[in-house]
């Protein structure tokens, strides 16, 4: 519950954002984001809420840990288990 | 070279960059050379400073790092695990609503944890409804899928309780509650800087929970309490470097608040998420889970909320609870020890023993943020050489 999760914006419908994280795309609710956000900004997501727009210049370095994160991790990897939950219980998307 | 590590720590460290995968070797390196080098300089030992963030927890031991921090050097795991700290009788509350008929929803590792006798898991065996959900608005769902009433159990730092205010505030069904065990970190900061017992000399503050509160809250707390406070990033490298410039301000005995997260973390926060979690909630006091009551260190609803706030609504049987026994173990474990920075899992007895992941005693070897349990996956103080 402490660690957030980044995403790309792919489609906004009012209060709710569908978003893709690392290739799985789930609907985020944008109701405490600190920013507005459109289609191709990454935000930080934690259980289902948007809690970040991510500036661009900082986007390579926040998808860094993920990325190595999910790519080298073994099944019984606890912070990679926390990503994952987080990424398969966010809402799935309807786009 | 002044950035010179002993030998033994020299080589541990190449032994992790190796095996651990670090991305940046040279600068994880350096990195290390500047923690070893000033906790020389500080010339007391131990240095002890104090994290409160269970994914810094993870990263630390699962990338091996407290092997290449100095033998004097202790870097302890403070009240970091929103699981953890949710102290027995708000568990018990959530258990007697489960058997009194009620739908309880909460975030998964809660099932697991007891109170003073029983999990959430323990009420469901014995007949009672409860559901997992991962979010607040899974919760909301579900009451609006039945008829039934659905309080939703809800727990975690700031992080979470934003989430929950925002759902509270988007007019859920009626047959919807929230029975809240919210906790806030800055008060326990507080509390754990006082401890005589530990001894910190320094904080690490949590990457995501200061996403919302912003660093600027934690100025008043280093000038009170002439503690340094960094905040801090989730690889390996960001931890290295917040440890780096940490001992230095305690070197220095400056007692400043740096920002070593600042892709994530701005002085004011999101402003939109204080709004509403200060909307939807009040700071009271309360008991932390074997630490401590800690003034304003929970959230609850505030009165215009009185009528989604389960402790309202319902009357809580907790009497029909003292038929049962409490586990025998539980007088022996220590999870508040631990979380208070006064003990490590290994001064436990029951660690790994009769304490384990598949059946944990104490709330710290249940989720996956505990101390314990991460502990029991990765090893606290790896031994490189042995991988």
């Known amino acids: 519950m402490c660690l957030g999760v980044p995403g790309k914006v792919i489609s906004v419908d009012g209060p709710f954002a569908v978003v893709d994280f690392f290739g799985v795309r789930r609907q985020v609710s944008l109701d405490i984001v600190d920013e507005p956000v459109g289609p191709g900004d990454y935000i930080l997501n934690h259980v289902g809420f948007a809690i970040r727009r991510i500036p661009e210049e900082d986007i390579g370095g926040t998808l860094a840990l993920y990325e190595g994160l999910l790519r080298e991790a073994g099944a019984d990897d606890l912070m990679a288990a926390d990503v994952r939950g987080e990424i398969a219980g966010t809402k799935v998307g309807n786009a | ?387």
Request: with cysteine; aromatic share 6%.
């Open chain 2, 1 to 387: 070279m002044p950035d010179a590590l002993p030998t033994a720590a020299e080589s541990r460290l190449d032994s992790a960059i190796r095996q651990l995968k670090f991305r940046d070797p040279e600068t994880a390196r350096k990195l290390a050379g500047t923690i070893a080098r000033v906790t020389k300089e500080i010339g007391r030992s131990p240095v002890s400073v104090m994290h409160v963030c269970g994914s810094h927890e993870q990263a630390i031991a699962k990338f091996g790092l407290r092997a290449t921090f100095p033998k004097d050097l202790n870097v302890i795991m403070g009240p970091g695990c929103p699981v953890c700290i949710t102290d027995m009788p708000e568990v018990d509350e959530g258990v007697a609503l489960a058997r009194q008929g009620l739908l309880i929803a909460s975030y998964g590792d809660m099932l697991k944890v007891r109170g003073t006798v029983q999990s959430l898991n323990d009420a469901q065996a014995d007949g009672a409804d409860v559901a997992v959900v991962y979010s607040a608005s899974q919760a909301v769902e579900l009451a609006r899928s039945t008829d039934r009433e659905v309080v939703f159990f809800a727990t975690g730092f700031e992080t979470t309780a934003v989430a929950t205010a925002a759902v509270i505030r988007s007019n859920p069904p009626k047959n919807f509650s929230v029975l809240s065990a919210h906790k806030y970190i800055p008060p326990v900061m507080e509390i754990v800087a006082e401890m005589p017992e530990n001894r910190v000399e320094g904080f690490l503050a949590a990457g995501h929970a200061a996403t919302i509160t912003g660093w600027g809250i934690f100025e008043a707390f280093a000038e009170k309490h002439r503690l340094p406070v960094v905040v801090a990033g989730f690889e390996p490298l960001d931890i290295l470097a917040g440890l780096a410039r940490l001992v230095e301000l305690v070197r220095d005995r400056e007692p400043a608040v740096v920002n070593m997260f600042p892709r994530c973390v701005t002085k004011e926060g999101n402003r939109r998420a204080q709004e509403e979690l200060w909307s939807v909630f009040r700071p009271v006091g309360g008991r932390w889970r074997g630490i401590a009551h800690v003034p304003n260190g929970n959230l609850r609803l505030r009165d215009e909320w009185a009528h989604l706030d389960a402790r309202r609504r319902f009357p809580i049987d907790l009497a029909s609870l003292w038929d049962y026994a409490p586990s025998a173990l539980t007088a022996d474990c220590i999870c508040g020890d631990i979380m208070s920075g006064i003990a490590s899992p290994s001064n436990c007895k029951l660690f790994g023993k009769e304490c384990v992941p598949d059946t944990p005693v104490g709330a710290c070897m249940v989720s996956s943020e505990g101390t314990c349990k991460i502990w029991h996956q990765y090893g606290g103080h790896p031994d490189l050489g042995a991988l």
